[in-house]
């Protein structure tokens, strides 16, 4: 065989050199390519504004009131029931045959209206009867004096003896005896007709009646006949701590009026203002209250006695109170303290010391200024430095109640 025979390695070297060749320069390529649009990135990034974090997003909702200075009513709540200013048992004063009554159940009489009536025939007899024995002792007595002035007359001419004309005297005095029990068993005769008509001792409310028609009926009946109770005005009793007194008595002193509010037992619906009357003469050791009476006017008849009601006694008013909402306040180990929502968008615990409550408001003294914010609702998640975002109450309701429902989803 004619030429030389060339190696496969030797042949493939210009190959493998021209490939390599090609690989560098595609590397180079795309390593400027590369940092070329990573410098276009940079440089378009600076120049566009940044985009907004996402607001409120490691942030707690919540609700929050503003710190305001107001007149406070100073107000203490008790338990209290009416009672009826006066109660009367109507029972009649003569036994008899009831014949009518006058009244109908539950209406307001007055003092001294007729109720009912009881059969006065025998009393009339025996009025009459009384009557006729006081005539005739009458009669007799003018006689007797008659008879005495003659006696005196013949005395003095020595026509008649002394004795006879002093026993006639003696006469006369009898029968003025006999005359004055007449007029006397007459009278006592005339005011049993009259009991006989039994009128209302005090005025107020009828009760139900206890005796009927053609019942018979004495002063001694247990029941009676009806039962009344005054109710204009009604009387309201409850008991307050006694620290309270000084104040009470001080206000009852000058004359100035303690208002009294009468709230059905739920504290929904306000029944009737009053004012306090007076206070007892004693404080209730086992208790360390002591009880109050408060008078109603009652003109609607709404009131009852035995009515358990709530009730409110404004004892002042502090003017000028720097107060927060009911809901604002919280109590911790310290005591109370309320959450300030601060400019940083964060919350502050502030310890304060509780006053007088007013309306859902209360007031308040510490580390609190008027025009604070206070956290109102969602209270429960903070804690002192949390990072807060107040929103309205509502949609701060809707999304506590929504919370559980994605921690549910959580997988």
């Known amino acids: ?29 795309t390593l400027v390519a590369t940092l070329g649009a990573g410098l276009w990135w940079q440089r378009a990034s600076a120049a566009a504004p940044a985009a907004p974090r996402a607001r409120g997003a490691n942030a707690l909702p919540v609700s929050a009131a503003t710190v305001a200075e107001r007149d406070l009513r100073v107000r203490v709540q008790a338990i209290g029931s009416f009672i009826a200013a006066n109660t009367a048992l109507v029972r009649p004063q003569v036994g008899g045959t009831l014949t009518a009554l006058h009244f109908k159940e539950g209406q307001q009489v007055r003092a001294g209206e007729l109720l009912a009536q009881i059969d006065a025939r025998s009393f009339t007899a025996a009025l009459a009867q009384a009557e006729g024995v006081l005539a005739r002792d009458a009669a007799q007595l003018e006689n007797a004096r008659i008879d005495l002035a003659r006696y005196q007359g013949l005395v003095q001419q020595d026509a008649a003896p002394k004795q006879q004309a002093d026993t006639q005297a003696a006469l006369v005095r009898q029968l003025e005896g006999t005359v004055q029990a007449d007029r006397a068993a007459a009278d006592s005769a005339r005011l049993q007709l009259t009991w006989t008509k039994v009128v209302a001792p005090i005025a107020g409310r009828a009760g139900l009646k206890q005796a009927d028609l053609g019942n018979v009926v004495s002063p001694t009946d247990t029941t ?18 006694a620290q309270h007194l000084p104040t009470i008595q001080m206000r009852l002193r000058e004359h100035q009026a303690l208002p009294v509010e009468a709230w059905d037992r739920g504290g929904q ?16 050791a086992s208790t ?23 009730v409110v006694l404004q004892l002042d008013t502090q003017a000028g109170a720097v107060t927060v909402p009911q809901a604002a306040l919280q109590r911790g180990a310290q005591g109370p303290f309320v959450y300030v929502v601060q400019g940083d968008g964060t919350v502050a615990m502030r310890l304060v010391e509780r006053g007088a409550s007013d309306d859902g408001a209360v007031a308040v003294s510490g580390s609190v200024q008027v025009g604070d914010r206070v956290v109102t609702d969602g209270t429960d998640r903070l804690r002192d430095g949390a990072a807060v975002e107040v929103i309205d109450p509502a949609a701060a309701a809707a999304t506590a109640a929504s919370m559980p429902a994605r921690r549910g989803h959580k997988r």
């Open 224 to 241: 009676g006949i009806v039962t009344i109770t005054q109710t204009r005005p009604i009387a309201l009793v409850f008991a307050v701590p």
């Open 288 to 310: 360390d209250t002591i009880k109050i009476k408060a008078l109603f006017a009652n003109t609607d008849d709404a009131l009852f006695p035995n009515q358990a009601v709530t």
């Open 269 to 284: 619906r306000r029944l009737a203002v009053g004012e306090v009357q007076t206070a007892d003469n004693a404080i209730d």
């Open 1 to 29: 065989m004619s030429g030389e025979l060339v190696p496969m390695n030797v042949a493939a070297a210009p190959v493998r050199k021209r490939r390599r060749r090609w690989l560098m320069l595609l590397l180079a390529a």
